[in-house]
Nanobody, 125 residues
Framework: QVQLVESGGGLVQAGGSLRLSCAAS????????MGWYRQAPGSQRELVAR???????YYADSAKGRFTISRDNAKNTVYLQMNSLKPEDTGVYYC???????????????????WGQGTQVTVSS
């Protein structure tokens, strides 16, 4: 019902930058809080940054001052600009859409969280 497609990952040296993009299908983007999560090998998935439908942002301490999350409702896309990358930023980055279950634009959405397939970010030292 909701498709999230991430892009922009890759291999970068420490100190470099990447911009991740997540394009969402469906009519729910503008009502969703959108987030980026990271999962490193052997670790749990953790929140990196989040932006509400009202453009309020939240960052994990590790991302503050280096990462910027933004959204373009006209393009149904959320971005994560990552600067001054560190090896510990390495992991699979997942896009998340969060909104209350219910009827939207004639369709019923039974879940509150939807995930993309992930994009790999590798930062070499």
């Amino acid at each position: 019902q909701v498709q999230l497609v991430e892009s922009g990952g890759g291999l970068v040296q420490a100190g470099g930058s990447l911009r991740l993009s997540c394009a969402a299908s469906g009519s729910i983007f503008s009502i969703s809080a959108m987030g980026w999560y990271r999962q490193a090998p052997g670790s749990q998935r953790e929140l990196v940054a989040r932006i509400t439908r009202g453009d309020t942002t939240y960052y994990a301490d590790s991302a503050k001052g280096r990462f910027t999350i933004s959204r373009d409702n006209a393009k149904n896309t959320v971005y994560l600009q990552m600067n001054s990358l560190k090896p510990e930023d390495t992991g699979v980055y997942y896009c998340n859409a969060n909104f209350p279950p219910g009827w939207y634009s004639g369709r019923y959405y039974s879940k509150s969280d939807y995930w993309g397939q992930g994009t790999q970010v590798t930062v070499s030292s």
